[in-house]
């Protein structure tokens, strides 16, 4: 039984670990939480999201609906827990944060190869994971820095409001999801989301405050990029006039049921918890100090005496600069059984970071046990993002989410969009089952011998 490393208990490190365990190696799975806390983080608990409660959509047609699905192929742990912690949101697999972080701690405390080890980490030895995510500390950041011989790139992610259900003003507000579509064994027939409607002067007196409303400001953060699916809500109104109304606030697909017809802008609510007590305003990630934060989103129909359960707040994040230092399958590129997966190597989002996590694990197992280390055709949506990482330009490389610009173009042109994304599903889908039939990765058990 070979012992390794995973450095991280988010959610690319539980599922690494995870993986390693059910394949027979003993698994040192390191967090440095409660002994040393993060400006996010607020439990000790393996895999708290910090962020959204939001895993995106689970339709196939969709770029992380389709690289979930990929997952589940591979017998992904995370989306399993996530499936135990869902609550209402529409098409979007959305969890109960505490229900979630439980479930996959659990999970890991239960497999007897795990051993969780809280302390914080200074250096690195491999066989290893590293998948400290956006927060790595400062030594250990320093750490991978001298090992790997590259400065680490930096921007700044903001996260939003939560409010209390009871203080808001249901008759300002209407539940529905965009286009009427329903997780229909999850959500009741009313809607998953509160939807906030404006008007044209409503929408702009809004902006008006949005955009004059004081803000935290320092040399950092204004010199670091923020990446574009996490940028502050106030950042994005600066601009123009119209950027919210096609972004965050788009009111289409969604009549108020009081008038019929769409309204100027809206802001969406989504569920928090199971039991539908907070609600989150979708994309208002947002810096602004929170007297303002309390004085501007209070202005948002619905709203005016809503009980912000946790305010928005920006914290740091880091990220390697990944085609210059690791190889395709993320390891460094003089030992390929020191390994990095999550947010950390440049990819974007909780189902990303899931992702490279469990194809860490599945290849730290095949660096250790002699078959070569292996990557998914980059007609699939985990291959496509491993083949961008791999192909980008270092001195460009930016951040990058699930799309599907990421994919082979199919072999003969298709012009309808929907039609077009079900064929690049539909393709990706067969390949991944090809792949893990032709690698045997099927035959993995999905629980951890006694």
Same mark, same amino acid.
């Given at each position: 039984?070979t012992e390794?490393?995973?450095i991280?208990?988010g959610?690319?490190?539980?599922?690494?670990?995870?993986?390693?365990?059910?394949?027979?190696?003993a698994?040192?799975?390191h967090?440095? @939480?409660?002994?040393v806390? &993060?400006p /996010?983080?607020k439990? !000790?608990?393996? $895999?708290?999201?910090? +962020?959204?409660? #939001?895993?995106?959509?689970?339709?196939?047609?969709?770029?992380?609906?389709?690289?979930?699905?990929?997952?589940?192929?591979?017998?992904?742990?995370?989306?399993?827990?996530?499936?135990?912690?869902r609550?209402?949101?529409?098409s979007?697999?959305?969890?109960?944060?505490?229900?979630?972080?439980?479930?996959?701690?659990s999970?890991?405390e239960?497999e007897?190869?795990i051993?969780?080890?809280r302390e914080e980490?200074?250096?690195?030895?491999?066989?290893?994971?590293?998948?400290?995510?956006?927060?790595?500390?400062?030594?250990?950041?320093?750490?991978?820095?001298?090992?790997?011989?590259?400065?680490?790139?930096?921007?700044?992610?903001?996260?939003a409001p939560i409010v209390a259900?009871?203080?808001?003003?249901?008759?300002?507000?209407?539940?529905?999801? @965009?286009?009427?579509?329903? &997780?229909s /064994?999850?959500?009741d !027939?009313?809607? $998953?989301?509160l939807? +906030?409607?404006? #008007?044209?002067?409503?929408?702009?007196?809004?902006?008006?405050?949005?955009?004059?409303?004081d803000?935290?400001h320092?040399?950092?953060?204004?010199?670091?990029?923020?990446?574009?699916g996490c940028?502050?809500i106030?950042?994005?109104?600066?601009?123009?006039?119209?950027?919210?109304?096609f972004?965050?606030?788009?009111?289409?697909?969604?009549?108020?049921p009081?008038?019929?017809?769409?309204?100027?802008a809206?802001?969406?609510?989504?569920?928090?918890?199971?039991?539908?007590?907070?609600?989150?305003?979708?994309?208002?990630?947002?810096?602004?100090?929170?007297?303002?934060q309390?004085?501007?989103?209070?202005?948002?129909?619905?709203?005016?005496?809503?009980?912000?359960l946790?305010?928005?707040?920006i914290?740091?994040?880091?990220?390697?600069?990944?085609p210059?230092?690791?190889?395709?399958?993320?390891s460094a590129? !003089?030992?390929?059984?020191l390994m990095?997966?999550g947010?950390l190597?440049?990819?974007?989002?909780?189902?990303?970071?899931?992702?490279?996590?469990?194809?860490?694990?599945?290849?730290?197992?095949r660096?250790?046990?002699g078959?070569?280390?292996?990557?998914?055709p980059?007609?699939?949506?985990?291959?496509?993002?491993?083949?961008?990482?791999r192909?980008?330009?270092?001195?460009h490389?930016?951040?990058?989410?699930?799309n599907?610009?990421?994919?082979?173009?199919?072999?003969?042109p298709?012009?309808?969009?929907?039609?077009?994304?079900?064929?690049f599903a539909e393709?990706?889908?067969?390949?991944m089952?090809a792949w893990?039939?032709?690698?045997?990765l099927?035959?993995?058990?999905?629980?951890?011998?006694?």
């Amino acid at each position: 039984m070979t012992e390794v490393h995973v450095i991280g208990g988010g959610l690319a490190g539980s599922e690494a670990a995870y993986q390693l365990a059910i394949r027979g190696h003993a698994v040192l799975l390191h967090e440095m @939480r409660p002994i040393v806390g &993060t400006p /996010a983080h607020k439990t !000790d608990r393996l $895999a708290e999201l910090v +962020c959204s409660n #939001t895993f995106k959509s689970t339709e196939i047609t969709n770029a992380h609906g389709l690289l979930k699905a990929e997952m589940r192929l591979m017998g992904s742990m995370i989306l399993e827990c996530a499936d135990e912690a869902r609550v209402a949101a529409g098409s979007a697999l959305a969890v109960d944060r505490d229900i979630f972080a439980a479930a996959v701690t659990s999970r890991i405390e239960s497999e007897p190869r795990i051993t969780i080890v809280r302390e914080e980490v200074t250096g690195i030895s491999s066989p290893c994971i590293v998948a400290t995510g956006p927060l790595t500390s400062d030594s250990l950041a320093t750490a991978i820095r001298e090992r790997l011989g590259q400065n680490a790139l930096a921007f700044y992610d903001a996260i939003a409001p939560i409010v209390a259900r009871e203080s808001i003003d249901d008759s300002k507000v209407f539940r529905a999801s @965009r286009y009427d579509k329903e &997780t229909s /064994a999850i959500a009741d !027939d009313a809607g $998953a989301y509160l939807n +906030c409607p404006m #008007t044209r002067d409503e929408y702009d007196t809004f902006l008006d405050a949005l955009t004059t409303a004081d803000q935290y400001h320092g040399h950092e953060f204004d010199e670091a990029p923020f990446f574009e699916g996490c940028m502050p809500i106030e950042v994005a109104a600066a601009r123009g006039r119209d950027t919210l109304r096609f972004g965050p606030m788009k009111p289409v697909g969604l009549k108020d049921p009081r008038t019929g017809r769409e309204a100027h802008a809206i802001v969406q609510l989504r569920q928090e918890d199971r039991a539908g007590r907070m609600w989150n305003l979708v994309g208002f990630q947002t810096r602004l100090r929170i007297p303002e934060q309390q004085r501007v989103f209070k202005m948002i129909p619905g709203l005016a005496d809503a009980d912000f359960l946790r305010y928005g707040s920006i914290h740091r994040n880091s990220y390697l600069n990944s085609p210059a230092a690791l190889d395709a399958t993320l390891s460094a590129k !003089d030992d390929p059984c020191l390994m990095f997966a999550g947010q950390l190597t440049g990819v974007e989002g909780y189902t990303e970071s899931s992702a490279t996590g469990l194809l860490a694990g599945i290849n730290l197992d095949r660096c250790l046990s002699g078959p070569d280390k292996i990557v998914p055709p980059a007609t699939t949506m985990l291959g496509g993002l491993y083949r961008y990482i791999r192909e980008c330009d270092p001195k460009h490389f930016q951040p990058m989410n699930a799309n599907f610009g990421l994919l082979d173009d199919l072999s003969s042109p298709v012009r309808d969009k929907k039609r077009k994304r079900e064929l690049f599903a539909e393709r990706a889908l067969n390949e991944m089952k090809a792949w893990i039939s032709v690698h045997s990765l099927s035959l993995v058990p999905t629980t951890t011998a006694q």
